[in-house]
């Protein structure tokens, strides 16, 4: 199993609009090319100090082969979706495989 993780930091003034629109469009369009079977969604307690809200959302996957074809078929078209918060957040994505679980 893989974890596709996305840490994003987002202004405060586009802080509510762009959590609504995480939860309600753009994790179920992440799960809706189902090549994710899971999405968490975190908080980041740790301020920074650029200010803003940090949040991390992960995504389960079954295998690298599966995330890469979501990178060919469905990453760019998802991602341009954020383009109406261009300029209000930052964001940095890591890929995590899961060793064991307990």
């Given at each position: 199993?893989?974890?596709?993780?996305?840490?994003?930091?987002?202004?405060?003034?586009?802080?509510?609009?762009?959590?609504?629109?995480?939860?309600?469009?753009?994790?179920?369009?992440?799960?809706?090319?189902?090549?994710?079977?899971?999405?968490?969604?975190?908080?980041?307690?740790?301020?920074?100090?650029?200010?803003?809200?940090?949040y991390s959302v992960q995504y389960t996957t079954d295998s690298k082969g599966t995330l890469q074809q979501y990178y060919k078929?469905?990453?760019?078209?998802?991602?341009?979706?954020?383009?109406?918060?261009?300029?209000?957040?930052?964001?940095?994505?890591?890929?995590?495989?899961?060793?064991?679980?307990?």
């Amino acid at each position: 199993m893989y974890i596709y993780n996305v840490t994003i930091n987002i202004e405060e003034t586009k802080h509510e609009e762009w959590l609504s629109w995480m939860k309600n469009e753009h994790i179920p369009d992440m799960l809706a090319t189902g090549k994710f079977s899971k999405a968490l969604m975190s908080k980041v307690l740790v301020e920074e100090e650029m200010g803003g809200y940090t949040y991390s959302v992960q995504y389960t996957t079954d295998s690298k082969g599966t995330l890469q074809q979501y990178y060919k078929v469905d990453a760019e078209r998802l991602r341009a979706k954020t383009n109406r918060f261009a300029g209000h957040f930052v964001a940095f994505r890591t890929e995590l495989e899961i060793i064991s679980e307990h």
